[in-house]
């Protein structure tokens, strides 16, 4: 378990790295990971790819509910998408996927306190896609949420406190 940030790494030894190449494949087996912006265009492709390419464990997705849409017909949605059409019908592999409400510009997240306890004892990677994609948004607002989410994990991940 990270000390810092409180999730599990795979520990590598300098020999053992010299001796083995990285692959990708190998670090996310059995991994567990949550996702930020999974239903964006850089987040959709790298939930598509983990659940195609490697035996990833668990994805848990941060969404919230949008348009009149609750976050199971969100994430439905999105798995019917043309870009999971090799892994649509795969049950193994869509089973894998969870689905967590909350909202990136929330304090922690807008976690419930029992989704934030499931992501403190089991997440190993945190993949961060979530971003203002608005092109006519204010310049302090754009530039508060990008750099004030990172701190946001760090919270998350850190502290056992809303």
């Known amino acids: 378990m990270c000390p ?18 990285f692959s990708i494949k190998s670090e996310f087996d059995g991994a567990v990971v949550f996702i930020t912006g999974a239903t964006g265009y850089i987040g959709s492709v790298v939930l598509e790819q983990l659940l195609r390419t490697t035996n990833v464990g668990t994805v848990y997705m941060l969404m919230r509910p949008r348009r009149g849409e609750d976050i199971q ?30 909202d990136i ?13 499931v992501l403190l004892s089991s997440v190993d990677f945190i993949v961060h896609c979530a971003a203002d994609i608005r092109l006519e948004a204010d310049i302090q607002v754009s ?18 406190t809303p």
Do not use: N
């Open 4 to 21: 810092l940030y409180g999730w599990h790494r795979p520990q590598h030894s300098a020999a053992g790295m010299a001796a083995q190449s």
């Open 73 to 102: 017909q969100r994430l439905d949605k999105l798995l019917q998408g043309a870009l999971f059409h090799k892994v649509r019908d795969s049950t193994k592999l869509l089973k894998k996927v969870k689905v967590m409400a909350g």
């Open 105 to 117: 510009i929330m304090p922690g997240l807008g976690l419930s306190a029992a989704d934030k306890a």
């Open 143 to 160: 530039k508060s949420y990008e750099t004030s989410q990172p701190r946001c994990f760090c919270y998350l991940t850190v502290l056992d």
